[in-house]
């Protein structure tokens, strides 16, 4: 009595003999990795290499009476006194890079508004604006804000006219650096706000017209969720490299109550013997801002931006 043999055992069954890939399938696997080549070695070379330096460096100890050497060790110390010593080089830092990135938000977001809706032929006029300072250095922009806030400058003079200048003075205070940031960084939430914007359907905003809802209500509901990827995303490139500049303050503010930056800089540059420390305030400085993305982007949804 015979049995029927089971389909998988049939001749020419392609689960018996599996069709080998194509080589065009196999050709395009290859080219997508060797598109990524380039740029893992940029990273690694650039980004990753440089990181386990400055790591490797953090852990160092300074040979007694020899300044500027140095042997490799596990000197945690180095990390101790980054978050004891120069907390209040934190705490400052991290208050005037949120106060630069909630005043750039209150300009950026009505200029954003009017690019994106109101701006008409206008528009390329207007981009054209916020993207010309780049066309200068980060550097030339500070001082010339240093210029425009002296004492002798329009600003100080109209402000003292209308007696709105107590202290009689704005450079070389907190005031003019948190200005200077904000000025610097503006582009930087410009831009990502402005893209959400224009990206946005104008109907569905006119719906909320429809619906008997007022301009106020409407921007809460529609407008500003719908323009929230732009919001995160600005907010991000305005507070990470504002919380550790070292320019605005060392051209516009007091010589007192330096940034974490500053300290960074000069214990690399003016104060022998300070890599290890400079580079544990890096780490700290990195890891502090990692943190609080984290919690930030965690708390409004990785979706936003998308």
């Known amino acids: ?11 020419g069954d392609p689960a018996v ?19 990524l080549l380039p740029g893992v070695l940029w990273l690694g070379v650039f980004f990753i290499l440089p990181l386990v330096q400055l790591a490797s460096v953090s852990l160092q100890s300074r040979y007694p009476g020899f300044p500027g050497y140095y042997y490799r060790d596990l000197n945690f110390q180095n990390y101790a006194a980054a978050l004891t010593d120069y907390a209040p080089h934190f705490a400052r830092s991290f208050l005037y890079a949120g106060l630069a990135t909630f005043l750039a938000f209150v300009i950026a977001y009505p200029l954003a ?8 032929r206008w528009r390329n006029l207007m981009m054209i604006c ?7 250095s980060f550097i030339l922009r500070t001082f010339a804000w240093s210029q425009i806030l002296a004492d002798e400058g329009w600003v100080v003079g109209v402000l ?3 007696n709105l200048l107590p202290g009689g003075n704005i450079i070389n205070t907190p005031v003019a650096v948190v200005a200077g940031l904000t000025y610097n960084f503006l582009p930087f939430m410009v831009l990502p706000i402005y893209a959400s914007l224009e990206r946005a359907d104008p109907r569905v905003i006119e719906a909320g017209g429809d619906l008997y809802a007022n301009g106020f209500t409407t921007f809460r509901t529609v407008t500003l969720p719908m323009s929230m990827p732009g919001v995160l995303a600005g907010t991000l490139l305005t507070f990470i490299p504002a919380a550790g500049d070292f320019v605005n303050m060392e051209l516009l503010g ?3 109550g330096k940034m974490v930056g500053n300290v960074i800089n000069d214990q690399f540059l003016a104060i022998p013997g300070g890599y290890p420390v400079a580079a544990a305030l890096s780490f700290t400085l990195m890891a502090a801002i990692l943190a609080m993305v984290f919690l930030y982007v965690r ?8």
């Open 1 to 11: 009595m015979s049995a029927l043999a089971p389909v998988s055992q049939v001749a």
């Open 130 to 136: 916020v993207i010309a300072p780049f066309f200068t």
């Open 160 to 162: 003292s006219f209308l």
């Open 299 to 306: 708390r409004f949804g990785t979706e936003e931006l998308v």
């Open 113 to 120: 508004y009017a690019m994106a809706f109101k701006a008409g």
């Open 17 to 35: 003999h599996p069709t080998p890939p194509a080589p065009e399938t196999q050709k395009r696997s290859w080219t997508a990795y060797l598109l």
């Open 254 to 256: 007091p010589q007192r």
